[in-house]
């Protein structure tokens, strides 16, 4: 069972920035796409950015040209870039893997995901 586990969380004003990192135990960047959710308070966990196995990213609208996700095969880790943060970007982040990178982009796949982690908080105020 691989072990998915986020850092990085923090609170910072609008308009900073905070590195999110996921350390995967084990590390199939072949196999999975993986990426980043978040769910604020009273609203739904959803996708945010995602890479593929080819080293294709995508991302959700509102933080395209904000948010950059990379990975280190050398450190088994998975990035989230956030700058120019905002009040509406305050939620909980989760790292996630899965074969299938559509999944980031339809409603209530979050129990589907193959592996998912416990989360980092991050607060924009």
């Known amino acids: 069972q691989v072990q998915l586990v986020e850092s990085g969380g923090g609170s910072v004003q609008p308009g900073g920035s905070l590195r999110l990192s996921c350390v995967a135990s084990e590390w199939t960047p072949s196999s999975n796409c993986m990426g980043w959710f978040r769910q604020a308070p009273g609203k739904e966990r959803e996708g945010v950015a995602a890479?593929?196995?080819?080293?294709?990213?995508v991302y959700k609208d509102s933080v395209k040209g904000r948010f950059t996700t990379s990975r280190d095969n050398a450190k088994s880790t998975l990035y989230l870039q956030m700058n120019n943060l905002s009040p509406e970007d305050s939620a909980m982040y989760f790292c996630a893997a899965d074969p299938t990178c559509a999944k980031w982009w339809s409603p209530g796949q979050w129990p589907a995901l193959r592996y998912r982690g416990q989360g980092t908080q991050v607060t924009v105020s």
């Open positions: 890479i593929d196995r080819d080293g294709t990213t």
